[in-house]
């Protein structure tokens, strides 16, 4: 029997989040065993380049992501995008037995609570519309109210960087955890505009001889390098 896109989707969008998830515990690991050595990452440290078991964790994360990348190109964000949630239970039962932070009752109904939502979102999902081209997906994404959103998002997370983070940034984990979030929420865009290229390449239409797609593919590492960094400070 056939498997449907959507399927392939699901399941590649599960097994990224299996590897994320474990990658937050290798990475954690490696930046305490940094810290013991030299200057944390939450201050500016990047002594955990130099750890091997951050390395494990970031390539595990590659892996994860690589994972959830092919993912968007099979099923529609509204739905690969929700299971994301998953990597937070698999990050908080392993951090609850390998690095023995004890998941509390609110921990608990945190986790059921991204299972719940994920479930019902992916059961509810619109049925959305695939853009047939890059170009298609840059009209849309030129949009004066998708700019709007742009321009907003863009702003709030330069006051987290210039103003809150080195106000906060030591005191207050929504500080990080903002910025990731505003970051992640352009790189799941930029993510789809650039597996709907690469399939569409792969079909024999050359999606990359378009100025768009490079413009998404850049607009992609910036995002998740950004995300990288502060992500590292979060952990630590």
Same mark, same amino acid.
């Given at each position: 029997?056939?498997?449907?896109?959507?399927?392939?989707?699901?399941?590649?969008?599960?097994?990224?989040?299996?590897?994320?998830?474990?990658?937050?515990?290798?990475?954690? !690991?490696?930046?305490?065993?940094?810290?013991?050595?030299?200057?944390?990452?939450?201050?500016?440290?990047?002594?955990?380049?130099?750890?091997?078991?951050?390395?494990?964790?970031?390539?595990?994360?590659?892996?994860?992501?690589?994972?959830?990348?092919?993912?968007?190109?099979?099923?529609?964000?509204?739905?690969?995008?929700?299971?994301?949630?998953?990597?937070?239970?698999?990050?908080?039962?392993?951090?609850?037995?390998?690095? !023995?932070?004890?998941?509390?009752?609110?921990?608990?109904?945190? #986790?059921?609570? #991204?299972?719940?939502?994920?479930?019902?979102?992916?059961?509810?999902?619109?049925?959305?519309?695939?853009?047939?081209?890059?170009?298609?997906?840059?009209?849309?994404?030129?949009?004066?109210?998708?700019?709007?959103?742009?321009?907003?998002?863009?702003?709030?997370?330069?006051?987290?960087?210039?103003?809150?983070?080195?106000?906060?940034?030591?005191?207050?984990?929504?500080?990080?955890?903002?910025? #990731?979030?505003?970051?992640?929420?352009?790189?799941?865009?930029?993510?789809?505009?650039?597996?709907?290229?690469? !399939?569409?390449?792969?079909?024999?239409?050359?999606?990359?001889?378009?100025?768009?797609?490079?413009?998404?593919?850049?607009?992609?590492?910036? #995002?998740?390098?950004?995300?990288?960094?502060?992500?590292?400070?979060?952990?630590?």
């Amino acid at each position: 029997m056939a498997v449907s896109d959507n399927t392939r989707g699901l399941i590649l969008a599960m097994v990224s989040s299996l590897f994320i998830g474990t990658s937050f515990i290798l990475k954690k !690991k490696g930046l305490r065993r940094a810290a013991e050595a030299g200057l944390r990452a939450g201050v500016g440290g990047y002594t955990y380049l130099l750890q091997p078991l951050w390395w494990a964790g970031m390539i595990t994360m590659i892996v994860g992501e690589v994972a959830n990348f092919v993912a968007y190109i099979y099923a529609p964000a509204v739905l690969v995008t929700p299971l994301g949630a998953l990597s937070i239970i698999i990050s908080a039962v392993l951090a609850h037995f390998m690095l !023995k932070e004890r998941l509390r009752q609110m921990g608990i109904l945190g #986790c059921v609570s #991204c299972i719940v939502g994920s479930v019902v979102i992916v059961i509810h999902a619109p049925q959305e519309h695939t853009p047939a081209s890059v170009q298609e997906v840059w009209i849309l994404a030129t949009q004066p109210a998708f700019l709007v959103y742009v321009t907003v998002t863009l702003s709030i997370v330069g006051v987290l960087m210039l103003h809150f983070e080195p106000a906060y940034g030591q005191t207050n984990i929504l500080v990080y955890l903002g910025i #990731c979030s505003l970051m992640g929420a352009l790189t799941v865009v930029s993510i789809k505009a650039i597996g709907i290229a690469i !399939k569409l390449t792969l079909e024999g239409m050359n999606q990359f001889r378009y100025p768009y797609a490079w413009v998404f593919l850049s607009v992609t590492v910036v #995002c998740v390098i950004t995300q990288l960094n502060y992500l590292n400070k979060v952990v630590l």
